[in-house]
């Protein structure tokens, strides 16, 4: 039968891939993608076509990977991080009802939440939401209570798409919601370009955060009311009695 | 310095190992974990020490694994999944507090909610918690909670630990919970041994969730109000306008 993959990269490096999305590379005769996330695979396998549309792009570029799965051409849809969380697997289901004919196989990715925690430490170490800032396609007001709701009952909260040029202030708001539920004092972290050249963290708290800079290769960390610093590290205990 | 790693495997098999993974296994003389886990290891890395303990003996093994970096051998802490998604990097960080000269590096893994989502579609394309119903270390007051905020601003949700043979109720009383603010036809999913022999799948509504069977081997997802059906797979769409 017809195939297309829609695989998760990971969050930069070749080596956080897993072996399923590289041996599903190597195979593909055509790779789409968003033109940043395919740059970063064109050396690795030269071997391929690429289709690439730049963002706001998104519903062309999975009819254009359809499009050449129908073809007969093992075809890739590239994601960054994982292929589900923010990733285009939701969407390539939904076009994917205009082609029955080509059987769809999603291969999962580390996501940015869980490569940026490795980097800050162990801050995802209890339950957890995460939630994008970006209401090009979520009203904000659906933002805000998620923000609230998800502070109100102390989780530990990963915030995607936490600014970006548009958006300068939306980290600045967020926090300001989130204070109304977790102290000012609550720590914090943001990890910067994960796996990426220029990979940087930062811990801080959650009143430092809100006046802090973040851009749209940043993901943020709010801890929960036991999260702490340990060894300069952001971590967030599961609760074991040492 | 010495060194320890604190490493995510993958929800099961392999070849959903990252390749920084599979080289830090490759690499270490030592290689402690639980002993389901390191089953799964023993085969692809022979050449390894192995240290194991059982369930409940955590804070010993993370000790067991920095004794043995202290002595100046190149130790991994192994993870199912990621390694600090209800992982062991926490208690690792917790535990290091004790050994200062042996550094601690994380190496993150695709954990069990990106792992099984693959499985059943797309259900994790939008904004999620995840929580774990074990009540061992987290107040059942705390698990409620946290369902029922999560619930009452729409988040995806999907439960870890939905179950064991001392909790065989708790999934029930959960979908109750969430059944305060989802409807009863909440599109749902069950997932059994991700990316493991036996891997298996269940669509169905919160509703029918509830009387649903789940053990320690499967990972639970309620969707939000826009999740649906689509070609028998679990689809949480983001928002494209098609």
């Not at 969050?11 to 593909?28: D, H, I, L, N, Y």
């Not at 963002?55 to 991080?81: H, I, N, P, Y």
């Not at 609550?186 to 801080?204: D, H, M, P, W």
């Not at 009143?207 to 590290?233: C, P, Q, W």
Request: aromatic share 8%.
């Amino acid at each position: 039968m017809k195939k297309v993959y829609v695989v998760g990269m990971g969050p930069g490096s070749q080596e956080q891939m897993t072996e399923k999305a590289r041996e599903v590379f190597a195979s593909c005769e055509v790779i789409a993608g968003y033109t940043v996330y395919v740059e970063l695979l064109k050396e690795a396998y030269p071997g391929a076509e690429y289709i690439t549309t730049p963002m706001r792009q998104e519903v062309e570029r999975c009819r254009l990977a359809f499009e050449s799965a129908a073809e007969g051409k093992t075809t890739a849809m590239v994601c960054s991080g994982d292929a589900g969380i923010y990733g285009m697997a939701g969407l390539m289901y939904e076009v994917g009802e205009e082609y029955p004919q080509v059987e769809i196989e999603v291969v999962p990715g580390v996501t940015a939440a869980l490569g940026g925690a490795a980097v800050l430490g162990a801050p995802l170490g209890h339950d957890l939401c995460i939630i994008s800032l970006s209401d090009l396609l979520t009203p904000w007001e659906t933002i805000e209570k998620r923000l609230l709701s998800a502070a109100a009952a102390d989780f530990v909260i990963c915030l995607y798409n936490p600014a970006s040029r548009k958006r300068k202030d939306y980290l600045k708001k967020a926090c300001e919601i989130l204070m109304n539920h977790k102290p000012a004092d609550t720590v914090c972290g943001i990890v910067r370009n994960i796996a990426r050249k220029g990979e940087s963290f930062q811990i801080l708290t959650l009143g430092e955060l809100k006046d802090a800079e973040a851009d749209m290769f940043s993901t943020v960390y709010i801890g929960n009311h036991e999260t702490k610093v340990i060894r300069g590290r952001m971590v967030t205990p599961r609760g074991y009695q040492l």
